[in-house]
């Protein structure tokens, strides 16, 4: 047979051979494809998944909230003046109708600011409806906004502590609080180093859906713990990830102590010394502050020393103190509507009972 004749014949030969291999693998992709396909419909089964099930946030009686959702993300596109300053326009709208809230913020500026007189005391809580208003605005920007134009207004300090953790491989302790700015600043810190976010679930659902998917895509993992699951806070911070915690609202004393807060006995977490002591995680305090120029001031503070302590009430003390003196430099900033003294010692009276309707506050 010619030379050239045969090495046709053996062309032909590997190109059929290499067909049936693309033949065999392809099947092969497809029989798995198909497979994964079963895998996925039986656990979607099990779950109680319908492909053809309409999304129940889409019932009508959630339509006002999508409506909200929608003006909320046209706002993005508003400049940051303007956004300051239709913050304040529905702050002092929201002052009007908020009835119980008001009165929560009016009896907690009662008791940590006495030195203030009631017309100091009543415009404080006004301008404090007005960066809460804002907040809502800017968590807007942080969901939808693009990322080079949300970092175009941060301004952050001390970043290089966290860098230095991360290297050691420590976990880290974010310690804060609830801030108006919080979901925003939060945001902004997740652009500039990894964090993990922790998540209390919101009452209304179409909110609820969005902030867990905003929060998750900032997150290092793209994921949120949820604010009770323990393990997974432990689990992170013996990763060595940073972890967002604000350990100042009340959640009674099961797993708290009484600590003073502005002078005033508050029931307060001792989470933060147990998580440290049970994971050897730093503990640096960070707190968010917005300009008046409408930036974000991002403030990491050196890791505590001597933290946690033998005393887990003096560790809780030592904590409020720093949210203390965080809250006095932007006081209008502070999440005021909380009711942060709703757990009282025995014998002292409810500060909410004589100035709260039933429903206001928290």
Not at 37 to 63: E, S
Not at 72 to 87: H, K, T
Not at 272 to 278: D, E, M
Request: charged share 25%.
């Amino acid at each position: 047979m010619p030379v050239a004749v045969e090495h046709e014949v053996a062309h032909h030969q590997h190109a059929g051979a290499r067909e049936v291999r693309d033949a065999e693998l392809h099947g092969t992709a497809q029989r798995r494809a198909r497979a994964n396909i079963r895998k996925a419909r039986r656990r979607r089964q099990r779950r109680g998944y319908n492909a053809h099930a309409v999304d129940p946030l889409l019932h009508p009686r959630h339509w006002p909230a999508w409506a909200a959702v929608g003006l909320l993300r046209a706002s993005v596109a508003l400049s940051q003046p303007a956004r300051l300053s239709l913050g304040r326009t529905l702050g002092r709208a929201a002052w009007r109708v908020a009835g119980g809230r008001r009165r929560v913020a009016e009896a907690n500026l009662r008791l940590c600011l006495p030195e203030l007189d009631a017309g100091a005391r009543h415009a404080l809580a006004r301008r404090h409806f007005e960066s809460a208003a804002t907040g809502v605005l800017e968590a807007a920007l942080a969901w939808w906004g693009r990322p080079q134009r949300l970092l175009a207004l941060a301004e952050p300090e001390g970043l290089a502590h966290l860098e230095r953790l991360r290297r050691q491989g420590r976990g880290v302790i974010l310690l804060t609080a609830h801030f108006t700015t919080l979901e925003i600043a939060a945001h902004l810190l997740s652009l500039l180093h990894p964090i993990r976010a922790l998540y209390r679930p919101l009452r209304d659902p179409v909110f609820d859906r969005l902030m867990r998917a905003a929060r998750a895509r900032r997150t290092e993992r793209g994921e949120v713990i949820e604010r009770g699951d323990v393990r997974a806070i432990l689990r992170a911070l013996r990763d060595g990830a940073a972890v967002w915690y604000a350990p100042d609202q009340d959640h009674g004393l099961r797993q708290g102590v009484f600590a003073p807060f502005f002078g005033v006995p508050a029931a307060t977490v001792t989470a933060t010394s147990r998580l440290a002591r049970a994971t050897g995680a730093a503990v640096v305090p960070y707190h968010p502050e917005r300009t008046p120029e409408g930036r974000y001031r991002l403030v990491i503070e050196p890791p505590l020393e001597g933290f946690p302590g033998p005393d887990p009430a003096a560790d809780a003390a030592r904590v409020n103190a720093l949210i203390e003196g965080w809250v006095r430099r932007v006081p209008e900033q502070y999440l005021w509507t909380h009711r942060r003294f709703k757990t009282r010692p025995e014998g002292m009276p409810d500060p909410y009972a004589l100035h709260v309707e039933a429903g206001g506050g928290r």
